[in-house]
Each structure stands twice: as C-alpha cells, then as structure tokens.
C-alpha cells in the first residue's frame, strides 16, 4: 500500500493501489474514482468487521498524458474501495433493493451529519396554522389558538365540550397530514440553508407525525426539490437522535427543534449534540422562550445555516 498523493502513471497489467489517512488523501482517491460506474449489488457493508466495501468500473484518469500522446481514448478498469471503521450505513436517493441499477460517483466526501426536525421547513407564515385550523373549524367543530404549548392546550371545542386528549391531537394531525400537506408552504430560506449544509453533510428530517405519514413526508420534500431521509417518530426525540449518531459513527451533529421537550430530551439521551431553538412560525415564536436545554435560539434558517456550519467547521461536540 502506498500513502494517497499524486498517482504515478500505471503501466498496464500494474494495479494503482491508494490509502487515504486524511481528508486531503481521499480528495486524490475521489479524483481517482470521478465518474466510476457502481452497481447497486457491489455495494456490501460487513458490520462485524466494520467495513463498507464497493466494486466500480471507472477511468484510468491516471493515463490521461498517455493516453492523449498516443492518440488513445480514456480506457476504464474494475478497482475495489474499502472502507474502515464504519459503524452504519446510510443509502439516499436509492435503494438498496434496486440491484440491477448503475450509479455514476461523482465525488467522495467527509461528512458531518445533521439532524433537523421537519416541523421546522413547514410553518413558514401563518395562513400553515390558518390551514390547520380552518379545518379542524370545518370538519370537527373545534377552534384553534396556538398558545405557544403544544397543540392539544392550543384546541377548543366549538360546543363547550372537553378539550381533545392528546391521543385525539395526534389523530387528528394524523388525518391532516396527508390531505393538506400540498398546500402548506415552506420556510423562507429553509431549502436554501439545508442544500447548502447538504454539501458537507447529511441531512436527516425527524418528525414527530405518524408513521403512515413518512412516504406523504418524503414524497412532499421531493416536491420541493428536497431528497432527504426521512425518519417518523411518537414522544421525546433524544433516543431516535441517540440511535442516528451511533449509526453514522458519533460525528459532530446539529440537532434543530421548536419544542423544549425535545431539546431536553437529546440533552439527556445524546448530550454531545448541538442543539438550536427555532420557532419559524411568526405568529408563535413571540409567545415561546427559549428552550433551556438548546444551546442557541435562532427563528431564521439564514442565521441557522451560519450557526451550524461554524459547528462542523470547529469539528467539536457539544459540551455536555
């Protein structure tokens, strides 16, 4: 094995064979691999041994002087890439089952990792709550206030009657979902902000709707030109956030929310998370302090977007 750097020129028959020890070693290696064809069944991950390996077709960029002095077009050969000391792995914008299909690799990169709830992206101006409560108005008789609590003390009923429960809140926001979720518009600057952190990290929505709203969820950020992972969650948010840092090997993570439950939450359940406060709703966020478990409030992506990519520059975790 020879230390990432300049490839030397192969001689055919000759192997070109690389490690990489730092970020500026895999650049040499992505360089290497720039448009290599990869089917989906080549891809295997060995969780025992902590491996993720993959099986490309791709240029011998290498031989590009060569190649070009003896008037040759690009030829392309099968290398083998492995991957050390990877705890989980994660597949977006395919799918694992898909074995048949060809992938074109583009780039490989360190990332960092980032969890988002994805009731941040939605409640961009009020007439989202207006939408919401006209139609608990129209088709259940019940009015809606938000009061900066949660949504089941945010319900009245029209008649006088008990308040819903909050296994009824969930029902009815489990209903809402899949039938309003094309007219709801997105946050001012939220897409801006997660394609741009998207470039150095992966972006995971963890919301807390039903689980039969997750292909609603995904299809609707695909709407809006928003390929994501999506992952549905009932209760305090600090376990699931916990299990997606494990499962990316404990990188620096960024965890964003609107609610103190679950900032205290992942306070308690993955403290070396940063955690931002953001109320994106204009109508709510004068009513709601600061969660004190976040670390920063923040109601605008603009300013989020700089907060977060300082954390993944400083390549530290939260303190606890």
């Known amino acids: 094995m020879t230390e990432a750097g300049p490839p030397e020129p192969a001689r055919h028959g000759n192997g070109l064979r690389l490690r990489a020890a730092d970020a500026e070693d895999l650049a040499v290696i992505s360089a290497c691999l720039q448009d290599a064809l990869v089917s989906v069944r080549d891809l295997a991950y060995d969780p025992p041994a902590r491996t993720f390996l993959l099986v490309g077709n791709r240029f011998r960029w290498e031989r590009g002087d060569a190649d070009a002095r003896e008037g040759a077009s690009f030829e392309r050969i099968l290398c083998g890439v492995a ?28 990332l960092e990792d980032l969890a988002v709830s994805a009731d941040k992206l939605w409640p961009a101006h009020p007439q989202n709550l207006g939408k919401y409560a006209d139609w608990l108005r129209e088709s259940h008789d019940i009015d809606f206030t938000p009061n900066g609590g949660d949504f089941a003390t945010s319900m009245t009923r029209r008649d006088g009657g008990a308040p819903p429960t909050r296994e009824e809140m969930w029902a009815l926001l489990d209903q809402f979902f899949p039938a309003e979720m094309e007219r709801q518009t997105l946050v001012p600057h939220a897409r801006e902000a997660l394609a741009a952190l998207a470039e150095t990290a ?60 679950h900032h205290d939450s992942v306070a308690r359940h993955a403290p070396g998370v940063h955690r931002l406060h953001m109320i994106s709703e204009p109508a709510l966020a004068p009513h709601v302090p600061r969660a004190p478990a976040a670390h920063v409030r923040i109601d605008d992506w603009r300013e989020a977007q700089d907060w977060i990519a300082a954390r993944f520059a400083a390549g530290r975790h939260a303190e606890a």
């Open 83 to 110: 991957f050390d000391a990877v705890d989980g792995v994660a597949y977006r914008g395919f799918h694992r089952s898909e074995e048949d299909r060809i992938l074109s690799l583009l780039a490989i990169q360190d």
């Open 202 to 261: 992966d972006v995971v929505i963890l919301t807390n709707l039903g689980d039969g709203n997750r292909q609603p969820r995904i299809e609707q950020l695909l709407g809006h030109g928003m390929d994501y992972r999506v992952e549905t969650n009932q209760g305090g948010k600090g376990n699931p956030v916990a299990r997606l840092v494990a499962e990316h090997g404990d990188p620096v993570t960024v965890f964003v929310d609107d609610l103190a439950v």
